[in-house]
């Protein structure tokens, strides 16, 4: 473990190359386009080779990077905000995971950033949908570049993509076991992640006061709200804990003077806060506001649907990036607060390597929820994994500064990761940006 520490940062530095007369600069070697997944439902990805001057890309992993929402564009978000090789401003990212590895975007589910649906009926309605559409994705990718069959490909993700993720993972496991789809699958790694959504909410009131967010009076009226949202769940009325849920993220704006759900010690910024040019009201205006805006912010649009999207040059004319977001969000509303810690159990039982990482910041998905669903699993090995101490790990750019903890058991990894918010790969949500921007490393060669 110590030695993939060593000489992170400079795995993680690298240069980009432009093309002449292009006004956008572009990494060397990138493809991209469209697979139709189901009759009218076409999902765009994007790929990017890894760039490095020490090895080829057939020695390097491949990474798919999934994010969350649902209705968050990878292809935007994460590939220009977050690991891309270019940020949002078109300049080189020296933190881009390129020079460790190939990276694929995927527009995911449905609907969302460049992928789109012929008509609403068509968008995906739980997780499952999700994993089979993404499976039909998978088998076009890994039969069209037959380069990547052999190389070890990991599955990253972010926020309601770790839910997505975990669903994905275990239909793929399925589907090389079977041998539908020819890839080496090498395993799944889920940061601050939607795993158990009412571990989440039923923790921020705990979390929000240990962190002198909330007063007593504070504490008792988010804790009574997040009980609403569990007693949903336990009816099993998912739409409705959905709505009790926006309805809980109301309460504690109101009782901590706005806390910013993606980091807890940073304030919204000026393209993240609600305006008077919103013309939604109730639960989509809620949802654009916190959870598609800071992922679909003005910059970002205009550069999607600008000089991207005249450089990819497949984009049908009656498709907007990001147009469908939060439709996207609704058709999945039933299927948002429902846990998936069973399939995780799966993926475990089934021998998939699986990581947990998770912001000491991050309150829509705080460390403490993560916890709780982790004590809940079911894998033959969590007793001994629940006995052992963490281990430090220090920050590579600071001596004698802890950056974060891990603990290590079999195929299972849990990584606690100091001063960083939601978007643990987002300078903006990530004050020990230090330690967050070679996560990569450390889950791949852990």
Request: glycine share 8%; with cysteine; proline share 3%.
């Amino acid at each position: 473990m110590a030695r993939a520490w060593m000489g992170m940062l400079a795995v993680l530095l690298f240069a980009v190359s432009f093309y002449k007369g292009s006004c956008v600069p572009v990494q060397a070697k990138e493809e991209w386009g469209y697979v139709d997944v189901r009759d009218g439902a076409h999902m765009f990805w994007w790929l990017y080779y890894a760039n490095s001057s020490s090895a080829s890309y057939k020695d390097l992993p491949l990474v798919m990077w999934l994010q969350g929402g649902p209705g968050g564009s990878s292809c935007g978000f994460g590939n220009f905000e977050e690991i891309g090789p270019l940020d949002r401003d078109l300049k080189p990212r020296e933190t881009s995971w390129l020079r460790a590895a190939s990276v694929l975007f995927v527009d995911n589910p449905v609907g969302t950033g460049y992928s789109y649906t012929d008509t609403e009926d068509a968008l995906t309605k739980d997780v499952a949908m999700v994993a089979s559409d993404m499976m039909v994705l998978l088998k076009s990718f890994f039969s069209l570049k037959t380069e990547f069959q052999s190389i070890p490909f990991y599955i990253f993700s972010e926020s309601y993509g770790g839910k997505m993720a975990a669903a994905i993972s275990l239909e793929l496991t399925k589907a090389v076991q079977a041998g539908s789809i020819k890839c080496n699958f090498a395993g799944v790694a889920l940061g601050d992640s939607w795993i158990s959504p009412i571990d989440s909410v039923m923790t921020w009131g705990p979390y929000l006061y240990s962190t002198s967010l909330l007063d007593d009076n504070g504490l008792d009226e988010v804790t009574t709200a997040a009980k609403a949202v569990l007693e949903a769940v336990k009816q099993g009325q998912y739409q409705k804990a959905t709505d009790l849920w926006s309805i809980t993220e109301n309460v504690v704006e109101q009782n901590t003077n706005g806390v910013n759900f993606y980091n807890i010690l940073t304030q919204d910024s000026d393209e993240m806060v609600k305006t008077s040019s919103d013309q939604t009201n109730g639960f989509l205006s809620s949802l654009k506001r916190r959870h598609i805006r800071p992922l679909h912010r003005q910059s970002l649009s205009e550069l999607m649907n600008g000089p991207i999207r005249q450089k990819l040059g497949v984009i049908p004319k009656n498709v907007t990036w990001g147009g469908q977001a939060e439709a996207v969000f609704e058709s999945m509303a039933g299927d948002f607060m429902k846990p998936v810690v069973d399939i995780v159990d799966q993926l475990l039982a089934a021998g998939v390597n699986v990581t947990v990482y998770n912001g000491q910041l991050d309150l829509i998905v705080d460390t403490m929820g993560q916890e709780f669903w982790v004590k809940q699993l079911k894998w033959d090995g969590l007793q001994y994994f629940n006995k052992m101490k963490w281990t430090a790990l220090e920050d590579p750019q600071t001596q004698s500064q802890t950056g974060a903890f891990y603990k290590t058991y079999k195929n299972f990894a849990f990584y606690w990761i100091l001063k960083a918010g939601h978007m643990v790969h987002n300078i903006l949500f990530c004050t020990n940006f230090n330690v967050c921007k070679t996560l990569f490393n450390i889950v791949i060669f852990r």
